[in-house]
T-cell receptor, first 113, second 107 residues
Framework: DGGITQSPKYLFRKEGQNVTLSCEQN?????MYWYRQDPGQGLRLIYY???????QKGDIAEGYSVSREKKESFPLTVTSAQKNPTAFYLC????????????FGQGTRLTVV | KNEVEQSPQNLTAQEGEFITINCSYS?????LHWLQQHPGGGIVSLFM???GKKKHGRLIATINIQEKHSSLHITASHPRDSAVYIC?????????FGGGTRVLVKP
């Protein structure tokens, strides 16, 4: 079945360490997105990519990095420069242009101790 | 002002009650999504609709494209419906999310 997979579901890291969150889709979607959610708040866009080897910053890109070397994969690295990395991270994908169809991962809850 | 606004932010209901959550958006869209997020964080896509009404079990979603408004209804609510419900609309090349509605259904 086609879908979007995020892993792991829960992730713990020590302060100061970089950590990479995985997002993979087999839907042949061109566009992929990363969002962050803090307790009691809505989802905010970190980065998005509409085509391989290209990506754009969202509203809260500072302290994060991404790559899009393959259409299927859009990993997010939370760097040590991110001041408050503990949050829920959601990956999504969609077709470009039509935007009628969008799929969502289950999310990764990152806790930095 | 957010491009996607939800109301109410919080809602408490007794088991069996009819629940309505509203979503208004200020951007032109081709479709709108309703998502459910349970405690623990996992997000489930409930509906994607571009016109009219969709029904799945006790959940009903409606949309009025001209009025830029969508509603999610829960009929005969149950404690297991307790979750955060989020609407999302495409704005340009991105999905914009509403702030979510936290629903608590008491037995």
């Amino acid at each position: 079945d086609g879908g979007i997979t995020q892993s792991p579901k829960y992730l713990f890291r020590k302060e100061g360490q970089n950590v990479t969150l995985s997002c993979e889709q087999n839907l042949n979607h061109d566009a992929m997105y990363w969002y962050r959610q803090d307790p009691g708040q809505g989802l905010r866009l970190i980065y998005y990519s509409q085509i391989v080897n290209d990506f754009q910053k969202g509203d809260i890109a500072e302290g994060y990095s991404v790559s899009r070397e393959k259409k299927e994969s859009f990993p997010l690295t939370v760097t040590s420069a991110q001041k408050n990395p503990t949050a829920f991270y959601l990956c999504a994908s969609s077709k470009v242009g039509a935007f009628v169809e969008a799929f969502f991962g289950q999310g990764t809850r990152l806790t930095v101790v | 002002k957010n491009e996607v606004e939800q109301s109410p932010q919080n809602l408490t209901a007794q088991e069996g009650e009819f629940i309505t959550i509203n979503c208004s958006y200020s951007v032109g869209i081709s479709a709108l999504h309703w998502l459910q997020q349970h405690p623990g964080g996992g997000i489930v896509s409930l509906f994607m609709l571009s016109s009219g009404k969709k029904k799945h079990g006790r959940l009903i979603a409606t949309i009025n494209i001209q009025e830029k408004h969508s509603s999610l209804h829960i009929t005969a609510s149950h404690p297991r419906d307790s979750a955060v419900y989020i609407c999302a609309a495409p704005a340009g090349n991105k999905l914009t999310f509403g702030g979510g509605t936290r629903v608590l259904v008491k037995p």
